[in-house]
């Protein structure tokens, strides 16, 4: 498995990657191109031959980031590709001087909550019905 820093060429690529996902953003094509076209922006690929199995997308400014959207396609859940991603992530951040990060995750998304955890994020409060009626937002985050 190879991970490398996306480039506009992969637009396409990580909006079908978005697409296999039930709780999507809905960037779709544009989105990512304009995401990858700020220089505030950073989206870290996992690659598999020439398929992307995963993504993490994250925006900075002075210093702080925020993680906005993570996706692992369906057949390659549970191996570790998201925490991964994530890790190298957070070391490209801190190369650039980034003190903390902040996410947000459906309260319901066990697994995603979970890998959060693990990689020392902790709830700071929460969006009530932020993914619509009933479906609160944890807002998570961590010094690095």
């Not at 996902?21 to 809905?26: F, L, S």
């Not at 890998?115 to 944890?138: E, M």
Request: proline letters at 4%; aromatic letters at 8%.
């Amino acid at each position: 498995m190879k991970i490398r820093p996306a480039n506009s060429a992969d637009a396409v690529l990580l909006a079908e990657l978005e697409r296999t996902q039930p709780r999507a953003a809905g960037w779709g094509k544009q989105g990512f191109e304009g995401e990858l076209a700020q220089k505030c922006a950073y989206i870290l690929c996992a690659q598999e031959a020439e398929k992307l199995v995963g993504f993490v997308a994250a925006r900075f400014a002075a210093d702080m980031a925020e993680i906005l959207n993570v996706a692992v396609h369906p057949k390659y859940v549970r191996c570790g590709i998201a925490k991964r991603l994530l890790q190298e992530t957070e070391q490209y951040l801190k190369q650039h001087k980034i003190q903390t990060v902040t996410l947000e995750v459906a309260q319901d998304n066990t697994p995603a909550y979970q890998c959060y955890i693990s990689l020392g994020f902790k709830p700071l409060h929460t969006r009530k019905d932020f993914y619509g009626p009933g479906k609160d937002a944890a807002v998570m985050g961590k010094n690095l």
